[in-house]
């Protein structure tokens, strides 16, 4: 998301002058279709950004066929959790970190401080992406491709005009990436049969990679990304619940196609016999897999698109994680006080990420881990809201009680898989065992 989606003006705005009301009432239409689409396209673009690529080709590379049930678990948490946080937020007009406090007094300061740290990994973890998509398009240092990756997004943010043409651009290459993918999945010729079978029925499980698949694609920000978009268009409260269900189920349906194509992508070229690098500074492994099909010429359009999904990232994780911060102080809420917090959280993010020795595969890997950690945390504090507070909190609406059985079960599986997972996560860094 550029800047004009990032700060919260939809390009259809309003501007003053003799409209007729009906002239009024079409362009207000308009701009909220464009926020509204907004919204999916960032929770899309945010679930399915470098981390969620590098870890899919890792993790297919390591278990095969196996990974598609991890894929499966990921699709059912994400629905049970986007449906319940787009549901309540929206009914409630209020940011995830407000409607906190307003149950549990503090509480939105501590989800706060969470989604930040949270975001912050995430964040370091896009830029790295953003220098693995340099290198593999022109060949550069990665680390000064995540340099370039991290200053660019900060010129977004300081500059509003460029944010349109990124706009475009990250649509372009968006598209771009489904129709490559595609036909890789295609012309890999993947053992569906196979993977169908252990969609279902895997031959191992590794609750590690479930946590860490469930964080890149749901965990830490991205929880509450399309969410708190979604609020830019101007509707909230329980008359909104039937467009702000549909928005979240075509984000959700949107992500989850795309989740198993690339996987089926990644794992023809896997059962072919060809060998990824998942260890080394410069190792790409989706990039890799995509030039075992299409050649240099694959492995360059890759590069592109693959660093346009860390650039959109950046951006998004930024963007949303900001947003926390007006939890602390109202000058954040919006204008420019959150483009500068937006600003400075990239900043953070850059600095770490230079000082930092570890691979950007790794990190990438890593950072989904660690929000998969996060998220049963969030969730608790909500399915509180929906179980007992639903009354005051959210105005009296009378919620489903269906979503809260499903949004329980999935913070208490988050839980689960986040206890035995801890030290095979932190692993991935060369921490703990």
Request: without cysteine; aromatic residues 10%; hydrophobic residues 55%.
């Amino acid at each position: 998301m550029a800047s004009d989606q990032a700060t919260g003006h939809a390009t259809g705005d309003l501007t003053p002058g003799d409209q007729t009301p009906g002239e009024k009432a079409k362009a207000f239409a308009k701009s909220r279709r464009t926020v509204i689409l907004g919204a999916i396209f960032l929770m899309a673009t945010s679930a399915i950004g470098p981390g969620f690529i590098t870890q899919t080709a890792t993790f297919t590379a390591q278990l095969g066929a196996s990974f598609a049930f991890a894929i499966l678990i990921s699709i059912l948490i994400d629905f049970a959790v986007q449906m319940n946080i787009w549901r309540m937020i929206t009914v409630s007009g209020k940011r995830a970190g407000a409607l906190a406090n307003s149950a549990v007094p503090y509480s939105g300061h501590v989800l706060a401080v969470l989604i930040v740290i949270g975001g912050l990994a995430f964040n370091i973890g896009n830029i790295a992406g953003g220098g693995l998509g340099l290198n593999t398009l022109l060949g550069i240092d990665p680390k000064l491709g995540g340099v370039l990756t991290g200053l660019l997004a900060i010129g977004i943010f300081l500059f509003k005009k460029a944010g349109r043409v990124v706009d475009i651009v990250v649509l372009v290459l968006g598209i771009g990436m489904i129709l490559l993918t595609l036909f890789v999945a295609i012309t890999a010729q993947p053992p569906i049969g196979d993977a169908l079978r252990q969609t279902v029925f895997p031959d191992q499980i590794s609750f590690a990679t479930i946590t860490t698949i469930v964080g890149g694609t749901v965990g830490g920000y991205i929880t509450y990304a399309g969410a708190h978009r979604y609020l830019d268009s101007g509707m909230s409260g329980p008359s909104a619940v039937k467009h702000v269900h549909r928005a979240s189920f075509n984000g959700i349906l949107i992500t989850g196609i795309m989740r198993y194509v690339l996987f089926l992508a990644i794992l023809g070229v896997v059962a072919s016999g060809v060998t990824l690098d998942i260890t080394s500074q410069t190792a790409n492994p989706a990039g890799q897999a995509f030039g075992a099909v299409l050649g240099e010429a694959g492995i360059r359009i890759f590069g592109a698109i693959f660093w346009a999904a860390a650039l959109s990232s950046v951006i998004g994780a930024a963007y949303t994680s900001a947003t926390f911060l007006s939890t602390f102080s109202k000058r954040l809420t919006d204008g420019w006080g959150l483009r500068l917090a937006t600003v400075a959280f990239i900043a953070v993010s850059l600095i770490v990420y230079v000082i930092i020795d570890t691979a950007p595969a790794a990190i990438l890997v890593f950072v989904g881990g660690f929000n998969g950690l996060i998220l049963p945390i969030g969730l608790t504090i909500f399915m509180y809201i929906g179980w007992f507070r639903s009354k005051d909190v959210l105005g009296g609406y009378r919620y489903p009680k269906w979503l809260l059985v499903i949004g329980t079960l999935a913070t208490l599986l988050s839980f689960y898989m986040g206890a035995v997972s801890v030290g095979p996560i932190f692993a991935f860094l060369g921490i703990g065992a």
